[in-house]
Structures are given as C-alpha cells and as structure tokens.
C-alpha cells in the first residue's frame, strides 16, 4: 500500500459584490498527479516544514492543525500564487521580486522571510478538514485543507512552473464549468466548492472555522471510477 504523503492547500477568498470568490490555478499537463486539472494552491510537506526554524517564523495561534502544515501551506501559497500571509505588510515590489528569487533557485523560503523581514501569520490561514487519497490511488496525499482571505493590496498570479491560469471565480461558477466538461477539477476541489459557496462572505467563513469540527476523511472508489462520499460523511467534514 502506498504511505499517502503530508500536503497542504489553502482555499483563498475574497469577497465580491456577486458572493465570495476562491483562487485556482491548472495543474500543469505534465503534472505527475492531476493534470491540467484547476486546484487551489498547496502542495506536500518538506523537511524544512517541521523544522524549529519554520516554527519560530508562525506567529499566533496554529492549532488544530500542526505548526508544520501550517508553514506549508503559507509556503505553498506564496510559492504558487504568490500572496504571503506576513503579520505586516510587504510591498508589493519586493515581494514579487523575492518571489521571482526564489522560483528560480537563488533563495529558499526561509532565505526570503529573511530578506523581506516578514513574520507568518497562522491565524490568517484557517484549518478546516483533512482529506486522505483512497489506497487505489497511486498519488496519495494526507492533506490539510485551509481558508483564508486573500491579503490586502497583493496580487495573485500562477507561477508558470507547476501552475499556470490562475482565476478568480465563485464557486457555484467553477461548479457549472466543471459540469460542462468546461476545465477538469478533482473531487476534493468540487466538495470544498460546494462547502464555500454555502457562505455569504469571508467573515462567515472565517467565523465557522472557530467552532467548526474536523474528521478525517477518505472517499469511496466506485466502478468508473469515480469517487463519493460516504453518506455519514456529508456534510460533517
């Protein structure tokens, strides 16, 4: 049996006259896992995740995901999309700048925190549910599902190495696209969809995350295949 490994993904949000909406991006084609399908930002942990050091870079309040998924997922973010939750500001200049280092190999995460001065804020990226690959899958991931609001005055846009087409879009939107045979999204990307687009704005979201409850889940595989929800699992995620 394949180990599913530890991922992180972080839904960003924003609020829009015509309802909230979340950032995607398209897997690139030759993505070993998922191509050419729209996700939200994330991918899976590394060493440097569980270090002390990426620890001492949170501030606030982590819990009750583990500091580590935590760091990832703020990494994941700022690598792919390129917003970074910081405690303060970062211009927008220097922060797109950093990034450009950074995609190219010259700086780490950790060397542009440094280098930018910035400080992470855990309590902007909100734990929500936890997802785990069925065993048929060859690509398994243990992944814990974030929300946030997208930061003020920074720009999201695909990095053009692993994504590519980033959009804004609501969610009920992306649904009828991905209904129309429109763009490709996986199954845990259409029942988080459909979980977000049942909120009225970001604050409400935000809101349910402090008293919102989280089991483990794993979906069924059925002839086709396609994947579903246990029925005790609806809504309870």
Known sequence: MIVPRDASTVIVCRDTDAGIEVYLLRRGSNSPGFPDAYVFPGGTLDKTDYSPQARMRLTGEWRPAEPAFTYAAIRETYEEC???FSVEPVEHDALRAARTEMLAGRRSFSETLIDLNARLDARAVRYFSRWIT????P???DARFFVARAPLNQTAEADALETYDGRWVRPADALA???NKEIQMIFPTIKHLERVGGFANVYDLMAYTETKKTI???PEVRPGPTMHLPPQFENTW
Not at 134 to 137: A, E, L
């Open 139 to 141: 690509h398994r991931f």
């Open 177 to 179: 696209q991905a209904e």
């Open 82 to 84: 390129g917003l970074l």
């Open 216 to 218: 483990p889940v794993t």
């Open 134 to 137: 069925p065993s048929v899958n």
